[in-house]
């Protein structure tokens, strides 16, 4: 059996203490990691109403693949963020919807930059609607024709109907 004795175990204990502190010490003297966003760009500098436009955020700093998330008038276009991709790169497509000043930002970490953006009301045409062409039904009257008189004008039935008619007649009756 082995036993330790009081001052190995208290050197031992001495040793994790300085390991720890040195650990922390680097902690908290570490540069802190950034992300910076530095610029934002649009593509086309009068933008009109119901126009789409690729909105550009030059990225930088160490936290660079931080979630870049975008608004408009305080109003978010982006509410899960957006990876950035190429790297220290952030677009998006934006098609604005009324016409004014536009406040843009693009925000990763704590760093916000912003654009400013006049929209002009875009060009709308009133589209032309032509009524249906109303068509009038031809109707023709209907042919008629005159009822025949029969043979004899005892209005005797005619055609196959007639003579199985006169002949259960004739049979009912006893004529012959």
Do not use: C, E
């Amino acid at each position: 059996m082995r036993s330790n004795s009081p001052g190995r175990v208290l050197g031992a204990g001495m040793a994790g203490l300085a390991v720890a502190s040195a650990t922390a010490v680097a902690v908290v003297m570490a540069p802190a990691a950034n992300a910076t966003v530095d610029n934002i760009t649009i593509s086309d500098s009068a933008p009109t109403v119901g126009s789409t436009y690729s909105l550009h955020a030059d990225l930088s700093g160490a936290s660079f693949g931080l979630l870049v998330y975008w608004n408009d008038n305080g109003t978010a276009l982006t509410p899960a963020g957006k990876m950035p991709w190429p790297p220290y790169n952030a677009s998006l497509d934006w098609t604005p919807t009324t016409p004014g000043q536009h406040v843009i930002t693009a925000s990763q970490g704590s760093s916000t930059q912003t654009l400013i953006v006049n929209v002009a009301g875009g060009t709308t045409t009133t589209p032309t609607t032509t009524p249906p062409a109303t068509t009038t039904p031809t109707t023709t009257a209907p042919t008629t024709t005159k009822p025949s008189t029969g043979s004899g004008g005892s209005g005797s039935a005619t055609g196959s109907a007639g003579t199985l008619v006169g002949s259960l007649l004739r049979g009912l009756l006893g004529s012959s």
